[in-house]
């Protein structure tokens, strides 16, 4: 029996007002997928990871994690999900005024169930992981962006899940950082089993990172499977996405946009 999958979203649109950001969006991730979804800056990738978190409600159709109807699920359900969802945001979002083993205990300390002593042991192999071991006390200022990211990445796996959302996890980092944080990921989804849905706007990560990939373009998804079908796809969109190519498609809407 082939593997159901761990999240879809079913006929999925999103409206804000007038504007719609996402318009019948059909998409499925398999178990141990690393799926990059990529597209143009405030085209609604994002919004597709708040959508799978709960913390955003589509206008209409269905978000699925396994058999869980995500925006139908009361407030505490929600939160219990939420316990099986790793989340590693685009600038980090560690509490300044934490120290590292204060920002990795707290997603644990608030579900109570772990002693001092485990959370502790916790914290060291999470930080042992993704290579910040012995930083337990220092505080976020004290860090790089590059290791501010990678304690990001240790307090998102603090609760063991079995999905990891990125937004930009290569933002604002040197191409270097950026390898070495893709390799990261590549290395911790294939170590641990994770399911990964990275979004990025980066095409050397991308290709590094992805077993999928899924292009988003004016709501809808417009492209979706192996790196290597973006490689030699002949939709002129994601063609100019992928080259960075500037005439195309995605400029004439945008000439269109500023001319009109």
Do not use: C
């Not at 999928?212 to 979706?224: K, N, P, S, T």
């Not at 992928?242 to 946009?257: D, N, R």
Request: avoid cysteine; charged fraction near 25%; hydrophobic fraction near 40%.
């Amino acid at each position: 029996m082939s593997e159901a999958p761990l999240v879809q979203l079913q006929g999925v649109s999103l409206s804000f007002g007038d504007r719609l950001v996402l318009d019948q969006i059909n998409l499925s991730v398999m178990p141990r997928d690393r799926l990059v979804i990529l597209g143009q800056s405030g085209g609604g990738k994002s919004t597709m990871l708040r959508l799978i978190l709960g913390i955003l409600k589509p206008s209409s159709g269905e978000v699925l994690y396994k058999h869980l109807r995500v925006n139908h699920l009361s407030r505490s359900k929600l939160n219990l999900l939420r316990t099986r969802i790793g989340m590693v945001y685009q600038y980090s979002a560690l509490i300044s005024s934490l120290t590292v083993r204060g920002n990795l205990a707290l997603p644990v300390e608030e579900l109570g169930r772990k002693s001092r002593a485990e959370i502790d042991k916790e914290i060291e192999e999470k930080l042992a992981v993704v290579g910040m071991s012995g930083t337990e006390d220092k505080m976020p200022s004290e860090l790089s962006g590059g290791m501010r990211k990678r304690v990001s990445l240790a307090r998102a796996l603090m609760l063991d899940p079995e999905l990891v959302l990125f937004d930009e996890p290569s933002a604002g980092l040197d191409p270097v950082i950026s390898s070495v944080i893709d390799e990261l990921i590549i290395d911790l989804s294939e170590r641990t089993n994770t399911t990964s849905i990275i979004v990025t706007h980066e095409m050397d990560s991308a290709f590094r990172i992805a077993t999928r990939m899924a292009m988003l373009f004016q709501g809808r998804v417009i492209e979706e499977g192996g790196p290597e079908k973006f490689r030699t796809s002949d939709n002129p969109v994601v063609r100019q996405f992928v080259t960075g190519g500037i005439s195309g498609p995605i400029t004439e809407g945008l000439e269109h946009a500023t001319h009109s």
